[in-house]
């Protein structure tokens, strides 16, 4: 389960220091500056429309059925950008991708879900989130290194899904509870609260999910246009994001029993918007690498606090339609990642994007701590 979460964040990390040469290698093509960029997160968009379907899929079907599937998808549809000749055949495949993402992720999650609870559910999300980002880290990196081979060079690491698929057939097993009569769903007690409760968690995923992608979509052109590192170097720097989102995440469970919800979410968004106004401060390869470290440790605290708590309040029956959900709001983030930043970017520059988003996640930090101290109170009252 830990391998397969670092299938989420492959399908866009990997590639992200091959945009330069995607840019390139089509030049000629209308739009091109705004189209390769989606190469790196149109699977966000496709994701986001499958995923719900895929966790209605999997609470009627089963998890695996439906994750053996998508492995197969997934593997096909990512090493296709060794071949694909134009710009609309790489976007083909990587909406292929996404609709394979979208069955890995939510099975994964609602798996995590089934098989856990409590104090280990928190203790595991967080291992799945840090395994997430220790891939990261080994797929932006080295997605960098192969790209100063060719830019198609990374599409091949794609066919890694291949491998996972025996393991998947001999350790997972089918949990219990999904297993229902043909058209029938039980009824648990799902109350107002609850469902308010998922629809916070989606905003925060989308908004947390936005933020993310502003580091692959925009920092390898932004240190390109500073010259202050290749693509090694841009991919070294932007690999400190995840590795630092794994940290934090790894720790988790850890903060957990000490800090509830709203003040996890208070941290993560305070630590996320100081990490992105000192990228916006700061012009030199090692300060702008810190920086992104330190935007990487609000990330992890944020992302693991919104899956743990997720899956908290969602009832067995239907976990897999909320991992859905969950998992189209990460990626409708993703997918309007670049669409929001590039206007911007074209307008105000590279910096004032990460000041502005900085703002933005340190407004939701004190959203947190002011629900965080309300809490508090009404407890001591």
């Not at 997160?41 to 899929?57: D, E, H, M, Q, S």
């Not at 409590?118 to 080994?138: E, H, P």
Request: overall charge positive; charged content about 10%.
């Amino acid at each position: 389960m830990l391998l397969l979460a670092s299938l989420t964040i492959m399908s866009g990390a990997l590639i992200a220091t091959s945009l330069p040469g995607i840019e390139a290698r089509f030049a000629n093509h209308e739009n091109v500056v705004m189209l390769s960029r989606l190469v790196l997160t149109l699977p966000g968009l496709f994701v986001a429309i499958g995923a719900p379907f895929a966790g209605a899929i999997a609470d009627r079907i089963g998890r695996k059925p439906l994750l053996l599937m998508s492995l197969l998808l997934y593997g096909t549809a990512g090493a296709s950008g060794l071949f694909a000749d134009s710009l609309s055949g790489l976007l083909i495949g990587r909406a292929l991708l996404g609709l394979a993402v979208a069955g890995t992720m939510t099975t994964a999650t609602a798996l995590v879900g089934d098989y856990f609870s409590g104090d280990m559910r928190d203790r595991f999300m967080g291992y799945q989130v840090a395994f997430t980002g220790l891939g990261g880290l080994v797929f932006i990196a080295g997605g960098g290194v192969l790209t100063e081979l060719h830019w198609r060079s990374p599409f091949a690491v794609y066919a890694i899904a291949f491998l996972l698929i025996p393991a998947v057939l001999k350790v997972l097993y089918e949990p219990e509870p999904v297993r229902h009569e043909p058209g029938h769903v039980p009824a648990d007690d799902v109350t107002r609260r609850d469902i308010l409760l998922v629809a916070l968690f989606c905003l925060i995923a989308a908004l947390n999910s936005t933020a993310f992608y502003l580091i692959p979509t925009q920092m390898p052109f932004y240190i390109e246009k500073l010259g202050i590192a290749p693509a090694s170097g841009t991919g070294l720097a932007m690999g400190l994001l995840p590795l630092a989102s794994a940290i934090a995440s790894l720790n988790y469970g850890r903060l957990r029993r000490h800090f509830t919800i709203p003040a996890l979410f208070a941290i993560g968004f305070g630590i996320m918007a100081v990490g992105m106004n000192l990228i916006a401060l700061t012009q030199d390869y090692f300060g702008i690498a810190g920086s992104i470290g330190l935007t990487g440790l609000g990330l992890g605290m944020v992302i693991s606090n919104m899956m743990a708590g997720a899956m908290a309040v969602a009832p067995p029956s239907i976990r897999g339609r909320v991992a859905g959900v969950l998992t189209a709001s990460i990626f409708i983030g993703q997918f309007l990642s670049p669409l929001i930043s590039q206007p911007w970017v074209d307008a105000f520059g590279y910096r004032a994007i990460y000041h502005d988003m900085g703002m933005l996640v340190g407004c939701f930090a004190v959203v947190g701590l002011l629900t965080a101290i309300r809490r508090r109170i009404s407890v001591t009252a």
